[in-house]
Every structure is written in C-alpha cells, then in structure tokens.
C-alpha cells in the first residue's frame, strides 16, 4: 500500500502571509453536536500548528460576514445534509469561497447512497445487492407485499438504513422478517427512502483517502469492532462500545485491495482533498463497498484522525496543508 506524501512545506503558511481560515461547523440536522465537536478540533489542530482559524456555524450570518471578512479558505466540518449534500458547497461556489473538500456536484452524488452504490459497481467494486424505495411506494402498494419481495430477493438479514444521511442514523441490522417493518419506520423518520441491502458479515473497515498535492492517497484502514456486532449511531459515540485498530489486522494482500476500493471509490465519484469510504471484508477477502463520506468526522474518537496518525502524520499538518493549497488555488 502506498504511503502519503508528507504535506508539502513549502505551501505553509508564514508570518509575512498568514493564512485567513474559517472552519463550518454545526448546522441544523440530526448530526451538529458531531459537527461541533469535529469544527472545534479541527480549530485546536490548526492553532497547534500556528494557524488561526475562525469556527462558524452555516446560517443566516455567514454569507455576510464572508462577504465582510473575506476567508483565504474555508474548512467544512459539517455533518449531514447542510455539508455533504452540496448546497452548501454550490453556495460558497456562487460566492467565489474557496474551501477544502469536494465539489458540489460529487457530494450531491455521495450524498446519495443507492446512486453512488451504483456508480461505485460500474467501476468494479464490489457492493451489496441492494434496492431503494421511497415511502410513497410502500404506501400505495402495500408494505407487506412490497416487504416480502424484498426477502424474497436479498434474503436474511438485512441492512436498513436512510438512502441518505450519515452517523449511521436509523441504521439497523434485521434479521426476522417481523422485524423488518419497524426498522422501515425508523428509517423514514431521517428521510423519504430507504435502502435495503443485503447484510455482509465481516470485518468493518474505515478507509481513508487524502490528497496532499500529488493526487488521492489511501491511508491505512482502520478496523472497526463494536461490541453489539453493528457500528450503529450508539456504538459510534459512546466511548468503550467499539474498539477501534490502526492500522486493521488484516493481512497485507487485504490491506492492498482496501486501499485500491479507496481511491477508486474517490475517483469515480470525482471526491477531492479527503473522503472516508465504509467498506466490509468477507471471510473470503472480498473487499464490500457500503458508503462514503465527503466529510468525515473529525473528532478525537473518528476514524480519519486515527488513519492519519497511523500513517504516521500529524493531523494539524495535513489540515494545514489541505487549506493552503485551497487558499495557493484560489489565488492562481
């Protein structure tokens, strides 16, 4: 596997040119306490390496005080909708804000699980078998019916989750068809469809990729074990529910074609500067690809702070990099 180039020294910023950096976080979904928590350590790794950063929630002051105090990049640690699905990305666009991350137009397709899913198979991923439907279709054919094609199809058991979203929110593992409406009804409580897959028992992998100056670079996979058997919302945020290792004990061969699934997920969906793709390993070594995500959580308990480390990075350098190189492209 490919190790990171180390960020670049010569884009740093100096004394004579510092660097003018606000960092997104917050917003109104079902994820900002996460956000908050990964805008302010993203704030504490810049000042650490010498940069003031400016933390900022997205509502109706920001545009403004853009506009009055122009950034030279802006970092987004937004979580869900209001920073992964684009339209804020389309907005810092119109106003001609540079920020690190991911165009508009590829969060709009990651945001959308089934639709990336897609995208992510023509390119030769392998993924679960998988169908997504919206409540109305449940409603106006009848949810028993509908519900007993999909047995019929994928089989037992089941991964239910929102076909968009992210911290695992309204994620449930079934495995009793009795089961199965319940979890639907808990899905559309995050949004209007709902995707099925197929479950894929294995080893869950966190798989980061970040992009220094000399093109997407996975970092080593982080292994992800918690303790009920499903990294679900809980399990994620309650310390000792999961344990995490980094690099994933897996053997290189598996360790090699994670970091291939990486960067090709990355580069089909046309992601930029950083991104964390959710993958499962098979008993047979099959790499599965679940979701990604645009902007991964950087808290001290996220799995992207942990790949850097391993990689043997300093995650303040990385960020710091990640914006010069924004603010350098905006100034070209």
């Known amino acids: 596997m490919t190790e990171p180039a180390a960020p670049p020294v010569a884009d740093r910023p100096t004394e004579e040119t510092p660097l003018r950096a606000v960092v997104l976080a917050g917003g109104l979904t079902f994820e900002r306490e996460v956000s908050l928590s990964s805008g302010t350590q993203v704030v504490e790794e810049l000042a650490r390496v010498g940069i003031d950063a400016e933390l900022r929630d997205a509502d109706a002051e920001l545009l403004p005080g853009l506009a009055a105090a122009p950034a030279d990049a802006v970092f987004v640690a937004l979580h869900g909708a209001t920073g992964e699905d684009g339209a804020l990305r389309a907005v810092l666009d119109l106003a001609g804000v540079p920020y690190v991350g991911s165009p508009a137009a590829a969060c709009r397709l990651a945001w959308d699980k089934p639709a990336a899913k897609s995208v992510v198979r023509t390119a030769g991923v392998t993924t679960p078998d998988w169908v997504a ?20 199809r994928l089989g037992l058991p089941l991964m239910v989750k929102p076909a968009s979203g992210g911290s695992a929110l309204g994620a449930q593992k079934v495995t009793r068809v009795e089961d199965l409406p319940a979890a639907m009804v808990s899905c559309f409580a995050y949004g209007d469809t709902v995707l099925v897959e197929r479950f894929v028992d294995g080893v869950e992998l966190a798989l980061s990729v970040v992009d220094l100056g000399e093109g997407p670079v996975a970092l080593p996979a982080v292994e992800i074990e918690p303790e009920s058997g499903v990294f679900d919302y809980t399990a994620r945020y309650t310390p000792g529910l999961t344990e995490y290792h980094a690099p994933a004990r897996v053997t290189d061969d598996v360790a090699a074609r994670a970091a291939e699934v990486a960067v090709t997920v990355h580069e089909a969906l046309g992601l930029a500067d950083l991104s964390r793709t959710d993958a499962i390993v098979s008993p047979d070594g099959e790499v599965h690809f679940l979701e990604v995500n645009v902007s991964p959580g950087l808290t001290e308990t996220s799995m992207f702070p942990m790949a850097v480390e391993a990689a043997g990075h300093d995650l303040g350098e990385v960020l710091s990099t990640l914006l010069t190189r924004r603010a350098r492209s905006a100034e070209a």
Request: proline residues 5%; glycine residues 10%.
């Open 133 to 152: 439907l919206p409540h109305s279709t449940f409603r106006e054919l009848g949810a028993g019916a509908v519900l007993d094609l999909i047995v019929a």
